[in-house]
């Protein structure tokens, strides 16, 4: 499957750095580049990628507000990319639907990787702030259209046996192939079974199912 992407950060050095990793990879194809977060809405809507490579920190609009934007317009996947490991904005970046998290010193390889898995619906965070972003989650209370606590007494009662299996891997950060063997069910029933558990909880993407399964200490 050839993923198409957009390349939105303010720096042309760096665009032209991410362009050509991507390019490695005859599945991807780079659609367009936003030099800023009103650009980066834009272009988005325009363009229709597969995965937006989002910077955080961008003249004329963040990145969190265009993540908001691209994210709630389901416009495209975001894949933050972001020199700082972890900030308030990264975490704000993730409470508005971005499916993962990469800090710009990953590899090439790294970065491909993510872009795929991304692409296919999976999430994706920097392994160096996992343990760092998922309590920074926990400890922090949601705002108005944010993914709500679990409660103590029942923490996902409307979710069934299967789903709650589901919800584990998902805390474990399994990928769909992964949750499939662990369970012993196909890929498309995984995938059946993501999208209701994220639907009937009110997140936005895998991280955030992930979150909640931490928080409510399910993994």
């Known amino acids: 499957m050839t993923v198409r992407v957009l390349l939105a950060d303010d720096h042309a050095a760096v665009r032209a750095g991410l362009r ?84 710009k010193t990953a ?31 926990v400890s922090s209370r949601p705002g108005p259209g944010e993914v709500p606590g679990p409660s103590a007494d029942e923490p996902f009662p409307g979710l069934t046996a299967r789903e709650r299996e589901v919800l584990d891997c998902l805390g474990q950060g399994l990928s769909n192939q992964e949750i499939s063997r662990t369970l012993h069910i196909t890929e498309a029933t995984t995938k059946s079974h993501v999208s209701r558990v994220l639907t009937k909880l009110g997140c936005r993407s895998r991280v955030q199912a992930a979150i909640l399964a931490r928080e409510a200490g399910r993994s």
Not at 36 to 48: I, M, Q, Y
Not at 56 to 68: H, K, L, S, W, Y
Not at 109 to 119: E, T
């Open 20 to 103: 050509m990793v991507l390019e490695t990879d005859p599945q991807i194809v780079v659609v367009g580049e936003a030099a800023d977060g009103e650009s980066a809405v834009t272009n988005a809507r325009a363009l229709a990628p597969d995965v937006v490579l989002m910077d955080i920190r961008m003249p004329r609009m963040d990145g969190v507000e265009a993540t908001t934007r691209v994210v709630a317009a389901g416009t495209a996947q975001v894949l933050v990319l972001t020199t700082f490991d972890l900030d308030e904005y990264v975490v704000a970046a993730l409470r508005a639907g971005a499916a993962g998290f990469l800090l």
């Open 107 to 137: 590899d090439g390889p790294a970065l491909v990787d993510a872009v795929h898995r991304v692409a296919a619906g999976e999430g994706v965070v920097a392994p160096e702030v996992t343990r760092t972003l998922l309590a920074a989650f």
